[in-house]
């Protein structure tokens, strides 16, 4: 019988493989196990963050503030414009954090921020690549992002 590798590499790869499926699971169960799942990743392992965790964090994040805007329509007030403050600050530091580590998931970072975003190959993005699109307006993403300001 063969023994489970220790590797860390076997432990990221069970986290990302369980975060990435919750992101398709129906809100808000889906985004909050995403979260708390990247949370617990980040806090167990703070010398080994991973940029496609912290990516599917913001994912969650994304999910989450898009959520509560169509909870409470799209501005959001009392508690629940806070919960949308405190959800794009989170994303958008889970953004940073991922590409400072590093820039391979960017050209999938700007295809998940843009309604009308491409694939690699020109062909129109997979409507369901939408995990960003709650911040396409918002410039502090765009700028990090590399995008041009929305006109």
Sequence with gaps: MNAV???HRV???VYNALVYSFLYDPPPNGFEAAIMLCEEYNTKYPKEKDDAILL?????????VAWLKRSTGERGGGSSGESIRV???AAYQALE?????SRDWLPLMQRLLQ???QNPDGSPKDQDENDLEAFEDDPRFRELLGL???R
């Design 5 to 7: 590798p220790s590797d």
């Design 11 to 13: 432990v990221r790869n």
């Design 56 to 64: 599917n964090l913001a994912c969650a994040y994304g999910q989450k």
């Design 87 to 89: 959800a794009t600050e």
């Design 97 to 101: 954090e991922s590409l400072r580590l």
């Design 115 to 117: 309604k009308e975003g």
């Design 148 to 150: 041009p300001p929305r």
